[in-house]
């Protein structure tokens, strides 16, 4: 474990040091923080990060931070993030693995989710934590400015980081139970609910239908807006059914280049491609006996699709570069906020797969179609969020949640959650009150357009300004927004951006910055 450390015995000494002080430590707040600062002294890193899943599994929270030598947990306001959108932690959460970038420059990934930094950040590590259930619940990121090697570090930091995790839990289950929520009384429908919050007609439907899928392998498909919970609905059929004590294996298509989304998948043989310089399973093999859930299945390349289809139908995977199969039972569940049937009917999707994906579709409804949820939903997440930050449970002022109950929201649950999360640490006293949420005066659902439609739009025309003022050369272009060309490429055809697009704009807008 330290054979790659100059001073393994003096490492070794500073880690038990390190392990006993976590071990006295009676309360979660300073355990995380301890981990945080124990893991960038320990490694050298000029920062160290820890992040944990809330108790859906589907929320990633910054919990401790520990930046050039001093903790600074509070630094930028909430340090919530929704890790879906974060594709490298996603990575390391959902497979597993321990992921080492040397040169951030070059890499693929996002890394907004690091402090802003004059200094820049170079190189990063982050390792997956398992609690005592060895379920993976969290995350350990180092950071440093400089070509560093963490990989040394690795095993040593993710066994005190396990070690915390499961004190974290201990001190849990001795914790006690959190006092009843106001106004909320728990009716015989949530005991029914697999887990969501909602007691609307329309959510009563939707827990009708996971209860008639819990217990046989029928392909699910999950259909709603940005934020409306299918990915919670996909967990949910899994954690209640048959399938539960297996794996529940996560792939966002549209996370993936398609020639990386293919490896995930389907696995690879030592030597198949430049860099498979190990045999991998793919996500299909490690979720046998359990549950593989595709989210944004929309986007799935079409020569992809075919080969979805070719699995759907055989349940045999070969992994690149091998010509052996190999046989699996694994459950599919698929998820989109796209309408498939037009995508079938413009060519951009294969009826065949189509109609393998939709043998049971679950719709989720948009929040504004469950008004008389938003009430529900708000005083939940607002009691979860003062139990994480250790608060006494807020007090709701007059109108407070009537005004939240009519307001539209285009992004959906996960936008009542985070407003909730920034309320909690913009008020005074505990009380919430309705300036707390800054909603728009007007809040029509105008312009007919949801989140995702929104930030789509922006990209694109930041695509096409960029590629204008290159005058369409992709290299220089993805050379100014700072990515591999290989990535721009992928996120033109992602965003249906053609060159006839560029020539038409040209024809018809002054050139940015005129
Ligand atoms: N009915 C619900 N009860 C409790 N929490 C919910 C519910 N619906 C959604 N959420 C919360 O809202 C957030 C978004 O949910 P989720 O990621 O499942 O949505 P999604 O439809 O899969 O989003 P996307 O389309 O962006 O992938 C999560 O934090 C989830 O826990």
Redesign the pocket.
Known sequence: MFDQLSRPLDYAEQLLVRFAALARSRDNRELQQGLAEAAGALSGSALSQLYLLDV?H??LNLTAQWRDGRSCSRDGGTLSS?Y?DQQLLQYCLTQNRPLHIDDLHGSLYQTDFLPADAGQWRCLTCLPLQDGEQHVSGLLLLAGRAGQAFQAYEESLQLLGNFTLQQLQLLQHNQPASPPLPAVTPSTALARSYG???ESTA?QRVYQLIGKVLHNPVTVLIT??????????ARAIHDYGSRRSENFVVQNCAALPEHLLESELFGYRRGAFTGADRDYAGLIASADGGTLFL??IGDMPLSLQAKLLRFLQESEVRPLGSNQTRRVDVRIIT?T?QDLQSMVSKGLFREDLYYRLTPFPIR?PPLRERGEDIAL?AL?FADEACRFLHRSPCRWGEGTLQQLSSYSFPG???EL?GMIARALLLCEDNLLLPEHFNLPADNGPATGMNL?DRLELVERNLLLDCLQRNQGNQTSAAQELGLPRRTLLYRMQRLNISPADLRTRERHHVQPGQ
Do not use: F, P
């Not at 709603?224 to 609905?233: A, F, M, Q, R």
């Open positions: 859906t589907t929320q929704d879906r969501l919050i909602g959510m709603g807006e940005t934020g409306t919970g299918k990915e919670l609905v989210d944004e998820a906020h989720l939903l939940r959906n649950v996960r959650k995702r």
